[in-house]
């Protein structure tokens, strides 16, 4: 029996109940109606809303762990809640050097996280979350891969934005200054990548075309190519 035919029969012992003289008769009949009312109150439950999660008392979460790859930082939130639990609302927001979440709904609470001043930059686009079975997952994406370190930078310490191309400068010159400041903070792949670029400049210098200008120590891993 679904929703519509348990709503007509309401409607109909509702007429029949006002037509009714007999008390034995209304009995019945209210008895029945009290039965029907109470199968739909079990199958026409309204499911919680989030203006009611919003409602509900809000805890800022001050305990987490952590850890990265090269390539990632994952935040690991636990302790909310049970297995079996559910997160009415997950609302994360991400930003390049902060992330925010809000958890609604959950075991009559709602969780809020925010952390600001990032060692580096996030990769927006591709971070994300994810529920657990005693909390969530928050994963940011690194915007170039590294080691952070720490999670968070120093007061005083600006997050890496990455290398930086001054815009005034020769072209030729801005790029061999970008060149050397991924060498510096790059990982091995990144050097590697740069010898191995290093390498086949001067292979085209000798075959008579152009090449890059000379950038010092940088090509000092050319005999492992």
């Known amino acids: 029996m679904d929703i519509t035919d348990i709503k007509g029969n ?17 009995d019945l009949l209210e008895a029945e109606l009290k039965r029907q009312k109470g199968i739909l109150s079990t199958i026409d439950k309204p499911k919680p809303t989030v ?12 305990n987490y762990a952590w850890d ?14 049970e297995a079996g ?3 009415e609302k997950v609302e994360p927001t991400f930003d390049s050097r902060s992330v925010s979440v809000m958890l609604r709904g959950v075991a ?17 686009e591709e971070s994300s979350i994810k529920t657990t079975k005693t909390g969530a997952t928050i994963t940011l ?5 590294g080691n952070w370190g720490s999670l968070k930078a120093s007061k005083d310490e600006k997050p890496d934005e990455g290398p930086k191309i001054d815009k005034d400068a020769d072209p030729n010159a801005g790029l061999m200054s970008l060149m050397k400041q991924m060498y510096e903070t790059g ?12 390498y086949e400049s001067q292979m ?18 050319l005999d492992n190519l």
Request: no cysteine.
């Open 108 to 124: 009559g609470k709602n969780y809020t996280l925010t952390i600001g001043n990032l060692k580096g930059t996030v990769n927006v």
């Open 51 to 62: 203006a009611a999660a919003k409602g509900l008392p809000t805890k800022k979460i001050s």
């Open 10 to 26: 309401i409607d109909e012992l509702n007429s029949l109940l006002s037509q009714s003289k007999r008390p034995a008769v209304r």
């Open 204 to 221: 085209k210098q000798r075959n008579g075309g152009g090449s890059l200008p000379d950038m010092g120590d940088m090509g000092a891993g």
């Open 141 to 145: 994406v690194k915007s170039s891969p």
């Open 187 to 198: 990982d091995d792949s990144m050097k590697q990548m740069i010898n191995k670029t290093m």
């Open 68 to 81: 990265e790859t090269n390539k990632a930082v994952k935040i690991y939130i636990t302790g909310i809640k």
């Open 85 to 87: 639990q559910q997160i």
